[in-house]
């Protein structure tokens, strides 16, 4: 067993509330993709959010949503992302969402194991991916860091 | 990001001309259309060579990177008198590509999907792709590529063939475009190649959904959309589109 875990935020700005009937395929898919990711090999935490659904809405915009996670390894996270049933809710998101630009969407980083990240932590590590690029303390799945050398105190 | 060092990168090219032997290249397209990792006896046997100048080949694939090892008992049998573990052959992860003068069109593709996913234009890509396929499936040039390559798809594989003219037509139309498929259960097919895998892994939702455009466009081209339903089908080692046959009940 690792002394780190991989946690990840990562964001989207709603096209319409979620009570909108044009979200509803979006917040139906919620629910199962929660449990797939309860299930899936190497799921540590989830932040279960607002309605219990997974999703955190920015204090200061709706429509901007967050779901932050915790994982053993990048392997164990892109297999629940991208190989599995999770990618074809995935590829449909700009019916739901507006496109991100420029700002990255989502980001990863090193915590030790058993320590539970908080959403204003995750926030500032999004921050700083945009602010500096990918760096051991803030990075992307095109540009994976390894998990910090345990240090003895 | 694809780095400078792949522009003028020619040791690509000694991993390819381990390819320009004639029996070798036979031995393996044997190991890339089998089901699983196969071994040298299987590969003697279609090739109708001596195990011992079948491994030599396999061993030469093995050293230029273009095959990896790994040994299991074949027979299912454990403990004593199990025998000893087979060596066995699979393809090897790596790609390998030159061109000769340099030509950077993996970076291209890669800045090009970046942008797609930026602006989120992933519904012009798909149309885009869609209609590719669709001209790619009615030209046939799926097909064509098969009977050059010599044979049917899935000679040699030893699983479940196309149980029909259609569904042999559809599975030469895959092989054609570089999808190497393989029947999986009755009316199913999946894909073990991804043409796009490195740029897939780098931005899954737009190649994904790209792929799956464009592999519902081939069908429709070929005429076979009433019979075959593409769809998104992630899972680990293979390409993240299946086929299923359409329930024509």
């Known amino acids: ?153 | 990001m694809t780095t400078s060092k792949d522009l003028d990168d020619l040791d690509d090219l000694d991993a390819l001309t381990a390819l320009a032997d004639g029996v070798r290249r036979r031995a393996y397209r044997v190991v890339a259309d089998g089901a699983g990792p196969v071994g040298r006896d299987e590969v003697a046997e279609a090739l109708g060579i001596g195990r011992t100048l079948a491994a030599f080949h396999l061993d030469k694939l093995v050293a230029a990177g273009l095959l990896a090892t790994s040994y299991a008992r074949r027979s299912g049998r454990s403990g004593p008198g199990a025998g000893r573990p087979a060596k066995l052959y699979h393809l090897a992860p790596a790609e390998h590509a030159v061109s000769v003068p340099p030509r950077a069109y993996r970076t291209a593709a890669e800045l090009l999907a970046e942008t797609l996913d930026e602006l989120g234009a992933e519904n012009a890509l798909n149309e885009v792709a869609r209609r590719h396929g669709r001209r790619a499936g009615a030209a046939g040039g799926g097909q064509r590529a098969v009977v050059a390559d010599g044979g049917p798809p899935d000679a040699g594989t030893g699983g479940d063939g196309p149980r029909d003219a259609g569904e042999q037509g559809v599975h030469a139309l895959l092989a054609g475009h570089g999808y190497a498929p393989v029947a999986a259960g009755p009316g199913r097919i999946e894909l073990r190649n991804c043409p796009f895998h490195r740029l897939a892994e780098q931005f899954p939702p737009v190649v994904c959904g790209m792929n799956l455009a464009l592999v519902s466009g081939l069908l429709t081209g070929a005429g076979q959309d009433t019979a075959w339903t593409a769809r998104m089908d992630a899972a680990p080692g293979r390409c993240c589109v299946s086929l299923s046959k359409t329930n024509l009940d």
């Open chain 1, 1 to 153: 067993m690792s002394a780190f875990h991989l946690a990840q935020i990562n964001t989207a700005r709603l096209r319409a509330p979620l009570d909108d009937p044009s979200m509803a395929e979006f917040v139906a898919g919620l629910t199962l993709m929660n449990e797939l990711a309860d299930r899936s090999p190497g799921f540590v935490w989830r932040l279960a959010g607002d309605d219990g659904d997974g999703t955190i809405a920015a204090p200061a915009d709706p429509s901007r949503i967050y779901t932050l996670s915790v994982w053993e390894s990048p392997a164990h996270l892109r297999a629940y992302a991208y190989q599995s049933q999770h990618l074809d809710y995935l590829r449909r998101r700009r019916e739901w969402f507006h496109p991100n630009g420029p700002e990255a969407a989502l980001v990863l980083w090193w915590l030790p194991a058993g320590e539970i990240p908080t959403l204003d932590e995750s926030i500032a590590r999004l921050d700083r991916l945009r602010a500096d690029g990918p760096t051991p303390e803030a990075f992307t799945f095109r540009d994976v860091f390894p998990a910090p050398a345990s240090v003895a105190r």
